[in-house]
């Protein structure tokens, strides 16, 4: 049982740290192209698509490491685990995009939702887009990002895990 345990940290470890290094690469790009505050949809979809990619392939070589059996409980632990070391590495990307290299990265994007409330709603009044973008400010603190972060990598990742550990689940043959 300790072979197994260590063998889900090593894989954990490994593809934590491509997935969250594969984000950062993919956050950088957005960032030179300055799509940062607005991402175009075929950012969001690649980004998916490697996320969904690499805890699978996690997945995969943890099962191949295991003799080729994967428990359920398994297949969630090393896809969770995976999404934290990935959260925590793009979570500190987001940081410094924010406070250091980018100081003013929340007026920035209170501009942008401004810009996006005026073109889908025209008859909304400035005090009511004021009392938008107020409310909002108060959720574009760098560390409530990081926390959202965190939130939402694990429970992507849950889903992913979820749906292959169902898919590629082969437990070991009873031994009596």
Do not use: C
């Amino acid at each position: 049982m300790e072979a197994q345990k260590a063998k889900a940290r090593k894989t954990v470890l490994n593809y934590g740290l491509l997935l969250g290094i594969l984000m950062v690469i993919l956050g950088v790009i957005m960032y030179v192209m300055d799509l940062h505050l607005d991402p175009h949809w075929s950012f969001i979809l690649i980004t998916l698509a490697i996320f969904i990619a690499v805890i699978v392939y996690g997945i995969k070589a943890f099962k191949g490491d295991n003799g080729g059996f994967l428990s359920f409980g398994e297949a969630l632990k090393v896809s969770v685990g995976i999404g934290l070391i990935a959260a925590i590495i793009s979570g500190i990307w987001s940081l410094v995009l924010t406070t250091v290299i980018e100081p003013d990265y929340a007026d920035q994007m209170a501009e942008v939702q401004r810009e996006k409330m005026i073109e889908s709603y025209p008859e909304m009044s400035e005090e009511q887009i004021n009392q938008a973008l107020e409310f909002s400010a108060g959720f574009s603190s760098p560390w409530i990002t990081f926390a959202s972060t965190l939130v939402m990598y694990m429970l992507l990742a849950l889903v992913i895990g979820l749906i292959a550990g169902a898919v590629m689940k082969q437990n070991r043959p009873y031994e009596v």
